[in-house]
Protein backbone atom coordinates (compact mmCIF):
# COMPACT_ATOMS: atom_id res chain seq x y z
CA UNK A 1 0.00 0.00 0.00
CA UNK A 2 2.65 2.26 0.53
CA UNK A 3 4.65 1.74 -2.75
CA UNK A 4 1.33 2.84 -4.25
CA UNK A 5 0.72 5.49 -2.53
CA UNK A 6 4.15 6.75 -2.57
CA UNK A 7 4.14 6.65 -6.72
CA UNK A 8 0.73 8.01 -6.41
CA UNK A 9 2.02 11.50 -4.86
CA UNK A 10 4.93 11.59 -6.86
CA UNK A 11 2.39 11.67 -9.91
CA UNK A 12 0.87 14.29 -7.95
CA UNK A 13 4.41 16.54 -7.02
CA UNK A 14 5.28 16.60 -10.81
CA UNK A 15 1.84 17.38 -11.76
CA UNK A 16 2.35 21.33 -13.01
CA UNK A 17 -1.16 21.26 -12.29
CA UNK A 18 -1.08 20.42 -8.41
CA UNK A 19 1.10 24.21 -8.68
CA UNK A 20 -1.35 25.91 -10.17
CA UNK A 21 -4.31 24.48 -8.05
CA UNK A 22 -2.14 24.89 -4.60
CA UNK A 23 -1.03 28.40 -6.06
CA UNK A 24 -4.23 29.79 -6.10
CA UNK A 25 -4.64 28.85 -2.28
CA UNK A 26 -1.66 31.05 -1.55
CA UNK A 27 -2.82 34.14 -4.09
CA UNK A 28 -6.40 34.48 -2.74
CA UNK A 29 -5.49 35.37 0.78
CA UNK A 30 -2.91 37.48 -0.48
CA UNK A 31 -4.81 39.26 -2.94
CA UNK A 32 -7.33 39.67 0.15
CA UNK A 33 -4.60 40.97 2.50
CA UNK A 34 -3.81 43.65 -0.09
CA UNK A 35 -7.62 44.30 -0.95
CA UNK A 36 -8.19 44.55 2.93
CA UNK A 37 -5.30 47.27 3.24
CA UNK A 38 -6.12 49.50 0.60
CA UNK A 39 -9.47 49.51 0.68
CA UNK A 40 -10.34 48.92 4.37
CA UNK A 41 -14.52 47.78 5.29
CA UNK A 42 -16.10 49.98 7.34
CA UNK A 43 -17.38 49.06 10.76
CA UNK A 44 -20.43 46.36 9.92
CA UNK A 45 -24.11 47.89 10.82
CA UNK A 46 -26.23 45.60 13.12
CA UNK A 47 -28.85 46.36 10.61
CA UNK A 48 -26.91 45.12 7.53
CA UNK A 49 -26.22 41.95 8.41
CA UNK A 50 -23.29 42.35 6.05
CA UNK A 51 -21.49 39.17 6.18
CA UNK A 52 -21.56 36.19 8.17
CA UNK A 53 -22.05 37.23 11.55
CA UNK A 54 -25.18 38.89 11.17
CA UNK A 55 -26.44 36.46 13.74
CA UNK A 56 -23.86 37.29 15.87
CA UNK A 57 -24.62 40.95 16.20
CA UNK A 58 -23.97 41.89 12.03
CA UNK A 59 -20.24 41.48 12.63
CA UNK A 60 -18.59 41.22 9.29
CA UNK A 61 -15.64 39.16 8.93
CA UNK A 62 -13.44 41.67 6.62
CA UNK A 63 -14.24 44.02 9.61
CA UNK A 64 -12.62 41.93 11.75
CA UNK A 65 -9.62 40.98 9.63
CA UNK A 66 -8.57 44.32 9.77
CA UNK A 67 -8.70 44.46 13.48
CA UNK A 68 -6.14 41.57 13.99
CA UNK A 69 -4.70 39.72 11.19
CA UNK A 70 -5.65 36.34 13.09
CA UNK A 71 -8.88 36.70 11.15
CA UNK A 72 -7.54 36.64 7.49
CA UNK A 73 -7.09 33.49 7.45
CA UNK A 74 -10.57 32.76 8.82
CA UNK A 75 -12.21 35.46 6.00
CA UNK A 76 -10.33 33.49 3.35
CA UNK A 77 -11.18 30.39 4.54
CA UNK A 78 -14.85 31.39 4.54
CA UNK A 79 -14.78 33.28 1.27
CA UNK A 80 -12.82 30.18 -0.36
CA UNK A 81 -14.69 27.16 0.91
CA UNK A 82 -17.69 28.32 -0.71
CA UNK A 83 -16.65 28.48 -4.12
CA UNK A 84 -12.72 27.91 -4.75
CA UNK A 85 -12.04 24.72 -2.21
CA UNK A 86 -14.94 22.90 -3.20
CA UNK A 87 -13.82 23.10 -6.97
CA UNK A 88 -10.31 22.06 -5.93
CA UNK A 89 -11.79 19.44 -3.82
CA UNK A 90 -13.68 17.79 -7.04
CA UNK A 91 -10.53 18.29 -8.88
CA UNK A 92 -8.61 15.93 -6.88
CA UNK A 93 -11.28 13.34 -5.88
CA UNK A 94 -12.83 13.12 -9.84
CA UNK A 95 -9.66 13.60 -11.39
CA UNK A 96 -8.43 10.39 -9.53
CA UNK A 97 -9.07 7.43 -11.66
CA UNK A 98 -10.29 8.81 -14.81
CA UNK A 99 -7.43 11.02 -15.92
CA UNK A 100 -5.52 7.38 -15.95
CA UNK A 101 -8.02 6.05 -17.20
CA UNK A 102 -8.32 8.72 -19.94
CA UNK A 103 -4.49 8.79 -20.93
CA UNK A 104 -5.28 4.79 -20.93
CA UNK A 105 -2.05 4.31 -18.62
CA UNK A 106 -4.64 2.72 -16.04
CA UNK A 107 -4.55 -0.54 -17.82
CA UNK A 108 -0.59 -0.68 -17.50
CA UNK A 109 -1.00 -0.12 -13.74
CA UNK A 110 -3.22 -2.91 -13.05
CA UNK A 111 -1.42 -5.50 -15.07
CA UNK A 112 1.16 -5.18 -12.35
CA UNK A 113 0.22 -7.36 -9.63
CA UNK A 114 -1.54 -4.33 -7.56
CA UNK A 115 -4.88 -5.49 -6.20
CA UNK A 116 -7.36 -2.74 -7.06
CA UNK A 117 -8.42 -1.76 -3.66
CA UNK A 118 -5.21 -1.12 -2.81
CA UNK A 119 -4.63 1.22 -5.82
CA UNK A 120 -8.29 3.05 -4.97
CA UNK A 121 -7.33 3.12 -1.52
CA UNK A 122 -3.44 5.03 -2.22
CA UNK A 123 -5.96 7.34 -5.14
CA UNK A 124 -8.16 8.08 -2.51
CA UNK A 125 -5.62 8.86 0.31
CA UNK A 126 -3.30 10.97 -1.79
CA UNK A 127 -6.82 12.97 -2.97
CA UNK A 128 -7.45 13.66 0.41
CA UNK A 129 -3.88 14.64 1.68
CA UNK A 130 -4.05 17.40 -1.25
CA UNK A 131 -6.94 18.52 -0.93
CA UNK A 132 -6.25 18.97 2.72
CA UNK A 133 -2.97 20.80 2.12
CA UNK A 134 -5.02 23.53 -0.18
CA UNK A 135 -7.23 24.11 2.50
CA UNK A 136 -4.23 23.87 5.22
CA UNK A 137 -2.27 26.50 2.76
CA UNK A 138 -5.50 28.80 3.31
CA UNK A 139 -5.20 29.10 6.64
CA UNK A 140 -1.48 29.73 6.80
CA UNK A 141 -0.77 31.75 3.61
CA UNK A 142 -3.93 33.68 5.74
CA UNK A 143 -2.46 33.81 8.96
CA UNK A 144 1.03 35.00 7.51
CA UNK A 145 -0.27 37.37 5.57
CA UNK A 146 -2.52 39.01 7.50
CA UNK A 147 0.17 38.97 10.66
CA UNK A 148 2.13 40.65 8.29
CA UNK A 149 -0.62 43.15 7.24
CA UNK A 150 -2.37 44.11 10.25
CA UNK A 151 -0.39 42.43 12.98
CA UNK A 152 -1.58 39.34 15.51
CA UNK A 153 -3.94 40.92 18.30
CA UNK A 154 -6.41 39.86 20.34
CA UNK A 155 -10.07 40.93 19.34
CA UNK A 156 -11.91 42.85 21.07
CA UNK A 157 -14.86 44.47 19.96
CA UNK A 158 -17.21 45.09 23.12
CA UNK A 159 -20.50 46.45 21.23
CA UNK A 160 -20.64 43.30 19.24
CA UNK A 161 -19.41 41.17 23.02
CA UNK A 162 -16.94 39.71 21.12
CA UNK A 163 -13.45 39.04 23.07
CA UNK A 164 -11.03 36.57 21.87
CA UNK A 165 -7.22 35.75 22.90
CA UNK A 166 -4.29 34.61 20.22
CA UNK A 167 -4.16 31.72 21.43
CA UNK A 168 -7.90 31.53 20.93
CA UNK A 169 -8.22 32.34 17.56
CA UNK A 170 -5.31 30.11 16.30
CA UNK A 171 -7.07 27.19 18.15
CA UNK A 172 -10.13 27.59 16.45
CA UNK A 173 -8.53 28.23 13.37
CA UNK A 174 -6.93 24.83 13.49
CA UNK A 175 -10.43 23.07 14.36
CA UNK A 176 -12.27 25.36 11.73
CA UNK A 177 -9.48 24.26 8.87
CA UNK A 178 -9.95 20.23 10.10
CA UNK A 179 -13.45 21.03 10.14
CA UNK A 180 -13.86 22.73 6.38
CA UNK A 181 -11.23 19.77 5.10
CA UNK A 182 -13.94 17.18 5.97
CA UNK A 183 -17.29 18.87 4.82
CA UNK A 184 -15.03 18.79 1.58
CA UNK A 185 -13.61 15.05 2.00
CA UNK A 186 -17.46 14.33 1.05
CA UNK A 187 -16.85 16.08 -1.91
CA UNK A 188 -13.76 14.48 -2.83
CA UNK A 189 -15.34 10.84 -2.19
CA UNK A 190 -18.32 11.52 -4.41
CA UNK A 191 -15.88 12.98 -6.89
CA UNK A 192 -13.79 9.63 -6.68
CA UNK A 193 -16.70 7.55 -6.88
CA UNK A 194 -17.97 9.28 -9.86
CA UNK A 195 -14.30 8.64 -11.07
CA UNK A 196 -14.30 5.11 -10.69
CA UNK A 197 -17.25 4.80 -12.87
CA UNK A 198 -16.33 7.16 -16.38
CA UNK A 199 -13.26 7.93 -18.18
CA UNK A 200 -14.51 11.68 -18.75
CA UNK A 201 -12.50 13.46 -16.50
CA UNK A 202 -14.85 16.81 -16.63
CA UNK A 203 -17.34 14.78 -15.84
CA UNK A 204 -15.91 13.09 -12.49
CA UNK A 205 -14.84 16.86 -11.20
CA UNK A 206 -18.16 18.44 -12.37
CA UNK A 207 -20.36 16.03 -11.13
CA UNK A 208 -19.66 16.63 -7.47
CA UNK A 209 -19.25 20.49 -7.81
CA UNK A 210 -23.25 20.04 -8.97
CA UNK A 211 -24.11 18.06 -6.30
CA UNK A 212 -22.81 20.83 -3.77
CA UNK A 213 -24.04 23.80 -5.10
CA UNK A 214 -27.87 21.65 -5.75
CA UNK A 215 -28.13 20.91 -2.30
CA UNK A 216 -26.65 24.45 -1.24
CA UNK A 217 -29.38 25.87 -3.47
CA UNK A 218 -32.05 23.06 -1.94
CA UNK A 219 -30.90 23.72 1.58
CA UNK A 220 -31.61 27.79 1.18
CA UNK A 221 -35.38 26.32 0.39
CA UNK A 222 -37.13 25.96 3.72
CA UNK A 223 -40.75 24.52 2.59
CA UNK A 224 -38.36 21.50 1.88
CA UNK A 225 -38.65 20.76 5.35
CA UNK A 226 -36.61 18.48 7.98
CA UNK A 227 -35.18 17.08 5.44
CA UNK A 228 -32.63 19.24 4.21
CA UNK A 229 -30.85 18.76 8.00
CA UNK A 230 -29.21 15.93 6.00
CA UNK A 231 -27.62 17.27 3.29
CA UNK A 232 -24.12 17.31 3.54
CA UNK A 233 -23.78 20.76 2.96
CA UNK A 234 -26.43 21.91 5.57
CA UNK A 235 -23.65 22.37 8.23
CA UNK A 236 -21.00 23.46 5.83
CA UNK A 237 -20.77 27.42 6.95
CA UNK A 238 -21.50 25.88 10.81
CA UNK A 239 -17.87 26.15 11.77
CA UNK A 240 -17.80 30.08 11.40
CA UNK A 241 -19.86 30.18 15.23
CA UNK A 242 -16.26 29.34 16.54
CA UNK A 243 -15.49 33.01 15.91
CA UNK A 244 -18.41 34.34 17.29
CA UNK A 245 -19.16 32.42 20.29
CA UNK A 246 -21.64 31.07 19.23
CA UNK A 247 -22.80 27.30 19.88
CA UNK A 248 -20.63 24.68 18.39
CA UNK A 249 -23.54 21.64 18.76
CA UNK A 250 -24.26 22.31 14.60
CA UNK A 251 -20.56 22.16 14.22
CA UNK A 252 -20.66 18.46 16.17
CA UNK A 253 -23.84 17.55 13.31
CA UNK A 254 -21.63 18.55 11.25
CA UNK A 255 -19.19 16.08 11.50
CA UNK A 256 -20.97 13.63 11.82
CA UNK A 257 -23.52 13.76 8.98
CA UNK A 258 -20.24 13.83 6.74
CA UNK A 259 -19.10 10.05 7.67
CA UNK A 260 -22.35 8.53 5.66
CA UNK A 261 -21.75 10.38 2.24
CA UNK A 262 -18.15 9.44 2.51
CA UNK A 263 -18.29 6.09 3.82
CA UNK A 264 -21.07 5.63 1.11
CA UNK A 265 -19.65 7.32 -1.91
CA UNK A 266 -16.10 5.56 -1.23
CA UNK A 267 -17.42 2.17 -0.44
CA UNK A 268 -19.87 2.25 -3.59
CA UNK A 269 -16.59 3.60 -6.11
CA UNK A 270 -14.40 0.59 -4.44
CA UNK A 271 -17.87 -1.65 -4.91
CA UNK A 272 -17.97 -0.37 -8.53
CA UNK A 273 -13.94 -0.30 -9.53
CA UNK A 274 -13.57 -3.88 -8.23
CA UNK A 275 -16.01 -5.19 -10.41
CA UNK A 276 -15.16 -2.71 -13.73
CA UNK A 277 -13.86 -4.10 -16.64
CA UNK A 278 -10.78 -2.21 -17.87
CA UNK A 279 -11.75 -1.10 -21.48
CA UNK A 280 -9.85 2.48 -21.80
CA UNK B 1 -14.62 -29.96 -24.02
CA UNK B 2 -10.43 -29.80 -24.32
CA UNK B 3 -8.74 -26.83 -25.54
CA UNK B 4 -7.03 -27.08 -28.99
CA UNK B 5 -3.01 -27.78 -28.84
CA UNK B 6 -1.40 -25.87 -31.24
CA UNK B 7 1.46 -28.45 -30.85
CA UNK B 8 1.69 -31.69 -29.61
CA UNK B 9 5.26 -33.08 -29.13
CA UNK B 10 5.73 -36.62 -30.30
CA UNK B 11 6.41 -38.70 -27.89
CA UNK B 12 6.50 -36.40 -24.86
CA UNK B 13 5.08 -37.79 -21.97
CA UNK B 14 1.63 -36.32 -21.43
CA UNK B 15 2.86 -34.62 -18.09
CA UNK B 16 5.19 -32.91 -19.16
CA UNK B 17 2.87 -31.94 -21.69
CA UNK B 18 0.63 -30.44 -19.02
CA UNK B 19 3.85 -28.61 -16.85
CA UNK B 20 4.86 -27.41 -20.68
CA UNK B 21 1.16 -25.10 -20.90
CA UNK B 22 2.13 -21.74 -20.45
CA UNK B 23 -0.91 -19.66 -21.65
CA UNK B 24 -4.52 -21.93 -21.45
CA UNK B 25 -7.82 -20.39 -22.64
CA UNK B 26 -10.50 -22.71 -21.46
CA UNK B 27 -14.53 -22.16 -22.29
CA UNK B 28 -13.36 -18.40 -22.39
CA UNK B 29 -16.51 -16.18 -22.85
CA UNK B 30 -17.18 -12.48 -22.14
CA UNK B 31 -20.44 -10.95 -22.86
CA UNK B 32 -20.48 -6.77 -22.29
CA UNK B 33 -24.62 -6.83 -22.72
CA UNK B 34 -27.42 -9.09 -24.33
CA UNK B 35 -26.04 -8.21 -27.81
CA UNK B 36 -22.85 -8.23 -27.62
CA UNK B 37 -20.65 -11.29 -26.95
CA UNK B 38 -16.88 -10.33 -27.61
CA UNK B 39 -15.63 -13.70 -26.89
CA UNK B 40 -17.52 -17.22 -27.48
CA UNK B 41 -16.35 -20.03 -26.01
CA UNK B 42 -12.77 -19.36 -26.99
CA UNK B 43 -10.21 -22.49 -26.21
CA UNK B 44 -6.70 -22.85 -27.25
CA UNK B 45 -3.39 -23.43 -25.33
CA UNK B 46 0.28 -21.98 -26.05
CA UNK B 47 3.39 -23.90 -24.93
CA UNK B 48 6.96 -22.72 -23.63
CA UNK B 49 8.80 -21.04 -25.87
CA UNK B 50 6.16 -20.33 -28.69
CA UNK B 51 5.50 -17.33 -30.23
CA UNK B 52 1.91 -17.35 -30.69
CA UNK B 53 0.27 -14.77 -33.14
CA UNK B 54 -3.46 -13.93 -32.49
CA UNK B 55 -5.32 -13.14 -35.60
CA UNK B 56 -8.84 -12.18 -36.42
CA UNK B 57 -10.44 -9.54 -38.03
CA UNK B 58 -11.09 -6.19 -36.28
CA UNK B 59 -14.01 -6.72 -33.93
CA UNK B 60 -13.04 -10.43 -33.40
CA UNK B 61 -12.71 -10.55 -30.31
CA UNK B 62 -8.76 -10.46 -29.78
CA UNK B 63 -8.34 -7.55 -27.59
CA UNK B 64 -10.44 -8.83 -24.70
CA UNK B 65 -9.20 -12.06 -24.65
CA UNK B 66 -5.65 -10.50 -23.91
CA UNK B 67 -7.55 -8.56 -21.24
CA UNK B 68 -8.97 -11.52 -19.66
CA UNK B 69 -5.64 -12.80 -19.57
CA UNK B 70 -4.21 -10.31 -17.77
CA UNK B 71 -7.22 -9.59 -15.04
CA UNK B 72 -8.24 -6.47 -16.72
CA UNK B 73 -11.80 -7.83 -17.82
CA UNK B 74 -13.91 -10.50 -15.78
CA UNK B 75 -14.46 -13.31 -18.16
CA UNK B 76 -18.20 -13.94 -18.50
CA UNK B 77 -17.72 -17.54 -17.90
CA UNK B 78 -14.40 -20.17 -18.51
CA UNK B 79 -11.48 -19.81 -17.78
CA UNK B 80 -7.68 -17.82 -18.74
CA UNK B 81 -4.57 -19.36 -17.62
CA UNK B 82 -1.35 -18.48 -17.36
CA UNK B 83 1.39 -20.23 -15.99
CA UNK B 84 -0.75 -22.53 -14.15
CA UNK B 85 -3.02 -19.73 -12.47
CA UNK B 86 -6.51 -18.25 -13.06
CA UNK B 87 -5.79 -14.67 -13.61
CA UNK B 88 -7.61 -12.12 -11.86
CA UNK B 89 -6.76 -8.53 -11.44
CA UNK B 90 -3.79 -8.11 -9.16
CA UNK B 91 -3.10 -11.95 -9.29
CA UNK B 92 1.22 -12.00 -7.99
CA UNK B 93 1.39 -13.97 -11.58
CA UNK B 94 1.26 -11.04 -13.21
CA UNK B 95 4.81 -10.09 -11.70
CA UNK B 96 6.35 -13.01 -14.58
CA UNK B 97 4.42 -11.55 -17.25
CA UNK B 98 5.63 -8.46 -19.49
CA UNK B 99 2.42 -6.84 -21.40
CA UNK B 100 1.14 -4.07 -24.14
CA UNK B 101 -2.37 -3.53 -24.63
CA UNK B 102 -3.12 -1.62 -27.69
CA UNK B 103 -1.20 1.43 -27.75
CA UNK B 104 1.35 1.90 -25.31
CA UNK B 105 0.04 4.80 -23.06
CA UNK B 106 1.86 6.76 -19.73
CA UNK B 107 1.33 9.35 -17.61
CA UNK B 108 1.73 12.05 -20.25
CA UNK B 109 3.58 14.93 -17.91
CA UNK B 110 6.25 12.29 -17.07
CA UNK B 111 9.35 11.68 -18.33
CA UNK B 112 9.89 8.08 -20.04
CA UNK B 113 11.80 6.92 -17.37
CA UNK B 114 9.78 8.60 -14.58
CA UNK B 115 7.01 6.59 -16.50
CA UNK B 116 9.33 3.32 -15.80
CA UNK B 117 9.82 4.10 -12.21
CA UNK B 118 5.61 5.31 -11.86
CA UNK B 119 5.01 1.63 -13.15
CA UNK B 120 7.66 -0.27 -11.57
CA UNK B 121 8.03 1.15 -8.00
CA UNK B 122 4.19 0.77 -7.49
CA UNK B 123 4.62 -2.85 -6.45
CA UNK B 124 5.75 -3.02 -3.00
CA UNK B 125 9.54 -4.07 -2.66
CA UNK B 126 10.14 -3.43 -6.64
CA UNK B 127 12.81 -0.77 -7.06
CA UNK B 128 14.16 0.08 -10.15
CA UNK B 129 17.79 -0.33 -9.92
CA UNK B 130 16.66 -4.46 -9.78
CA UNK B 131 14.63 -4.43 -12.49
CA UNK B 132 15.81 -5.56 -16.43
CA UNK B 133 16.31 -1.51 -16.76
CA UNK B 134 19.30 -1.30 -19.08
CA UNK B 135 18.29 -4.01 -21.26
CA UNK B 136 14.58 -2.35 -21.51
CA UNK B 137 16.07 0.77 -22.12
CA UNK B 138 18.19 -0.62 -24.99
CA UNK B 139 15.07 -1.55 -26.68
CA UNK B 140 13.16 1.68 -26.17
CA UNK B 141 16.29 2.68 -28.24
CA UNK B 142 15.52 6.54 -26.53
CA UNK B 143 18.85 7.71 -25.86
CA UNK B 144 18.02 11.29 -23.86
CA UNK B 145 14.78 11.35 -24.75
CA UNK B 146 13.44 8.90 -22.38
CA UNK B 147 14.24 11.85 -20.13
CA UNK B 148 11.88 13.98 -22.01
CA UNK B 149 8.20 14.02 -21.42
CA UNK B 150 6.43 11.73 -22.75
CA UNK B 151 3.88 13.90 -23.95
CA UNK B 152 6.25 14.94 -26.95
CA UNK B 153 7.34 12.06 -27.75
CA UNK B 154 6.33 10.33 -31.44
CA UNK B 155 3.75 7.30 -31.54
CA UNK B 156 6.33 5.18 -32.20
CA UNK B 157 8.53 6.24 -29.20
CA UNK B 158 5.75 5.64 -26.91
CA UNK B 159 5.58 2.36 -28.64
CA UNK B 160 8.89 1.55 -27.96
CA UNK B 161 8.82 2.80 -24.64
CA UNK B 162 5.94 0.69 -24.15
CA UNK B 163 7.55 -2.81 -25.10
CA UNK B 164 10.37 -1.89 -23.13
CA UNK B 165 7.99 -1.41 -19.86
CA UNK B 166 6.44 -4.89 -20.40
CA UNK B 167 10.59 -6.48 -20.43
CA UNK B 168 11.27 -4.60 -17.46
CA UNK B 169 10.47 -7.55 -15.13
CA UNK B 170 12.51 -10.29 -17.33
CA UNK B 171 8.98 -11.70 -18.06
CA UNK B 172 8.91 -15.69 -18.60
CA UNK B 173 5.44 -14.41 -20.69
CA UNK B 174 4.96 -11.68 -23.27
CA UNK B 175 1.51 -10.66 -24.41
CA UNK B 176 1.52 -7.71 -26.35
CA UNK B 177 -1.56 -6.18 -28.32
CA UNK B 178 -0.29 -4.68 -31.69
CA UNK B 179 3.74 -4.00 -30.58
CA UNK B 180 4.50 -3.07 -34.15
CA UNK B 181 1.52 -0.39 -34.53
CA UNK B 182 2.99 3.17 -35.59
CA UNK B 183 6.57 1.61 -35.92
CA UNK B 184 8.52 1.98 -39.22
CA UNK B 185 9.93 -0.87 -41.19
CA UNK B 186 13.50 -0.83 -39.29
CA UNK B 187 11.23 -0.35 -35.96
CA UNK B 188 9.43 -3.43 -36.92
CA UNK B 189 12.76 -4.99 -38.00
CA UNK B 190 13.57 -4.68 -34.21
CA UNK B 191 10.91 -5.90 -32.78
CA UNK B 192 10.83 -8.90 -34.94
CA UNK B 193 13.98 -9.67 -34.21
CA UNK B 194 13.84 -9.07 -30.31
CA UNK B 195 10.99 -11.51 -29.78
CA UNK B 196 13.12 -14.22 -31.74
CA UNK B 197 15.70 -13.20 -29.44
CA UNK B 198 13.56 -14.03 -26.30
CA UNK B 199 12.19 -17.02 -27.75
CA UNK B 200 15.66 -18.22 -27.44
CA UNK B 201 15.76 -16.99 -23.66
CA UNK B 202 12.72 -19.40 -23.43
CA UNK B 203 10.16 -16.47 -23.28
CA UNK B 204 6.93 -17.66 -24.47
CA UNK B 205 4.89 -14.68 -26.13
CA UNK B 206 1.40 -14.09 -27.46
CA UNK B 207 0.67 -11.34 -29.76
CA UNK B 208 -2.12 -10.18 -31.61
CA UNK B 209 -1.38 -8.28 -34.74
CA UNK B 210 -3.30 -6.89 -38.01
CA UNK B 211 -0.06 -7.61 -40.02
CA UNK B 212 -0.05 -10.91 -40.87
CA UNK B 213 3.28 -10.70 -42.92
CA UNK B 214 4.79 -10.00 -39.53
CA UNK B 215 2.88 -12.66 -37.51
CA UNK B 216 4.12 -15.05 -40.76
CA UNK B 217 7.99 -13.98 -39.75
CA UNK B 218 8.15 -14.00 -36.17
CA UNK B 219 5.27 -16.82 -34.71
CA UNK B 220 5.65 -20.40 -34.32
CA UNK B 221 2.31 -20.76 -33.70
CA UNK B 222 -1.19 -18.84 -34.15
CA UNK B 223 -4.61 -18.87 -33.39
CA UNK B 224 -7.09 -17.45 -35.84
CA UNK B 225 -10.43 -15.78 -34.18
CA UNK B 226 -14.09 -14.20 -36.14
CA UNK B 227 -16.82 -12.91 -34.11
CA UNK B 228 -15.64 -13.82 -30.67
CA UNK B 229 -14.96 -17.81 -31.63
CA UNK B 230 -11.77 -19.73 -32.60
CA UNK B 231 -11.52 -20.28 -36.27
CA UNK B 232 -8.43 -22.62 -36.29
CA UNK B 233 -4.87 -23.00 -34.61
CA UNK B 234 -2.06 -24.15 -35.05
CA UNK B 235 1.54 -24.02 -36.59
CA UNK B 236 1.99 -21.14 -38.72
CA UNK B 237 3.38 -23.60 -41.23
CA UNK B 238 0.28 -25.77 -41.07
CA UNK B 239 -2.26 -23.04 -41.55
CA UNK B 240 -0.55 -21.98 -44.21
CA UNK B 241 -0.33 -25.42 -46.00
CA UNK B 242 -4.31 -25.53 -45.21
CA UNK B 243 -5.09 -23.11 -48.08
CA UNK B 244 -2.92 -23.69 -51.20
CA UNK B 245 -3.24 -21.48 -54.53
CA UNK B 246 -1.20 -20.75 -57.50
CA UNK B 247 -0.19 -18.05 -59.67
CA UNK B 248 -0.16 -18.95 -63.51
CA UNK B 249 1.43 -16.79 -66.17
CA UNK B 250 0.08 -17.84 -69.32
CA UNK B 251 0.02 -16.14 -73.33
CA UNK B 252 -3.82 -15.67 -73.17
CA UNK B 253 -4.53 -14.71 -69.52
CA UNK B 254 -8.31 -14.20 -71.10
CA UNK B 255 -9.00 -17.80 -72.60
CA UNK B 256 -7.45 -19.19 -69.66
CA UNK B 257 -9.45 -17.55 -66.84
CA UNK B 258 -12.31 -18.79 -69.25
CA UNK B 259 -11.27 -22.07 -69.15
CA UNK B 260 -9.99 -22.14 -65.22
CA UNK B 261 -12.84 -21.02 -63.97
CA UNK B 262 -14.29 -23.77 -65.31
CA UNK B 263 -12.44 -26.24 -63.59
CA UNK B 264 -13.54 -28.40 -61.04
CA UNK B 265 -11.76 -28.05 -57.93
CA UNK B 266 -11.05 -24.63 -58.72
CA UNK B 267 -12.15 -21.99 -56.15
CA UNK B 268 -11.64 -18.54 -57.95
CA UNK B 269 -9.08 -17.04 -60.53
CA UNK B 270 -8.30 -13.40 -60.18
CA UNK B 271 -5.81 -11.75 -62.37
CA UNK B 272 -2.82 -10.41 -60.79
CA UNK B 273 -0.19 -8.44 -62.57
CA UNK B 274 0.87 -10.43 -65.86
CA UNK B 275 -0.89 -13.45 -64.46
CA UNK B 276 -3.99 -15.17 -62.74
CA UNK B 277 -3.85 -15.97 -59.00
CA UNK B 278 -5.92 -19.29 -58.59
CA UNK B 279 -7.43 -20.74 -55.43
CA UNK B 280 -7.67 -24.32 -55.64
CA UNK B 281 -9.93 -26.69 -53.69
CA UNK B 282 -8.04 -29.66 -53.29
CA UNK B 283 -6.67 -29.96 -56.60
CA UNK B 284 -3.25 -30.21 -57.79
CA UNK B 285 -1.44 -27.52 -59.48
CA UNK B 286 -0.26 -30.06 -62.37
CA UNK B 287 -3.99 -30.36 -63.37
CA UNK B 288 -4.32 -26.60 -64.19
CA UNK B 289 -0.73 -27.08 -66.16
CA UNK B 290 -2.69 -30.00 -68.00
CA UNK B 291 -5.80 -28.22 -68.60
CA UNK B 292 -3.52 -25.43 -70.01
CA UNK B 293 -1.85 -26.99 -72.34
CA UNK B 294 -4.33 -29.00 -73.71
CA UNK B 295 -6.28 -25.99 -74.49
CA UNK B 296 -3.40 -24.92 -76.28
CA UNK B 297 -2.12 -21.94 -74.37
CA UNK B 298 1.36 -21.81 -73.78
CA UNK B 299 2.16 -21.90 -69.39
CA UNK B 300 5.08 -19.32 -68.83
CA UNK B 301 5.16 -19.64 -65.33
CA UNK B 302 3.43 -22.08 -62.40
CA UNK B 303 4.36 -21.42 -58.85
CA UNK B 304 2.47 -22.03 -55.84
CA UNK B 305 1.63 -19.27 -53.33
CA UNK B 306 1.10 -20.50 -49.69
CA UNK B 307 0.59 -17.39 -47.30
CA UNK B 308 -0.62 -16.84 -43.98
CA UNK B 309 -2.85 -14.11 -45.49
CA UNK B 310 -4.45 -16.34 -48.14
CA UNK B 311 -4.51 -18.97 -45.13
CA UNK B 312 -6.02 -16.45 -42.96
CA UNK B 313 -8.51 -15.21 -45.52
CA UNK B 314 -9.91 -18.30 -46.27
CA UNK B 315 -10.47 -19.24 -42.28
CA UNK B 316 -12.34 -16.52 -41.67
CA UNK B 317 -14.32 -16.51 -45.12
CA UNK B 318 -15.26 -19.91 -44.18
CA UNK B 319 -16.33 -18.85 -40.59
CA UNK B 320 -18.22 -16.14 -41.66
CA UNK B 321 -20.29 -18.01 -44.63
Known sequence: MLATFRMEMVKHVLRPRTYVVLGITIVVPLIIAFALKVNPPDFPSPEGGGGHFGGGGGGDLSYFATQTGLFLPVFALEVMSGFLLVVIAALFGGDAVSSEASWGNLRAILTRPIGRGRLLGAKLASALLFTFIATL?????????????????????????????????????????????????????????????TDSVAGAIFAPIGFYFVTRILDNIEAIGKIRYVFPTHYYDAWTNLFIGGSTNDMHTGWLIQIPYVLVFCAFGWFWFRRKDILS | ??????????????????????????????????????????????????????????????????????????????????????????????????????HASFVPYLSGMRNLRVYWEAVGGSHLS????????????????????????????????????????????????????????????????????????????????????????????????????????????????????????????????????????????????????????????????????????????????????????????????
Open chain 1, 137 to 197: LVSVVGLTAGGATFGWHALSVPILGIQQSVGHVIGNLALATVYVFWDLAAVVALGFMVSTM
Open chain 2, 130 to 321: DANLEAALAVAGLGDAVHRKVKTYSQGMRQRLGVARALLGKPEVLVLDEPTNGLDPGEMREIRDLLLRLQNQGVTALLSSHLLSEVEQVCTHAVVMDRGRLVAAGSVADLIQSSSSAYIEVDDAARARALLEALPGVKSVRAEGAGLEVSLDGTARSALVTALVQAGLAVDTVTSRHRLEDAFLGLVNEGGD
Open chain 2, 1 to 102: MAPPTLTEPAGAPTEDRVADVVIEVVDLSKRYSSAVLAVDSLNFQVRRGQICGLLGPNGAGKTTALRMLLGLVRPTSGDARVLGTSMRAGSPTLLRIGSMIE
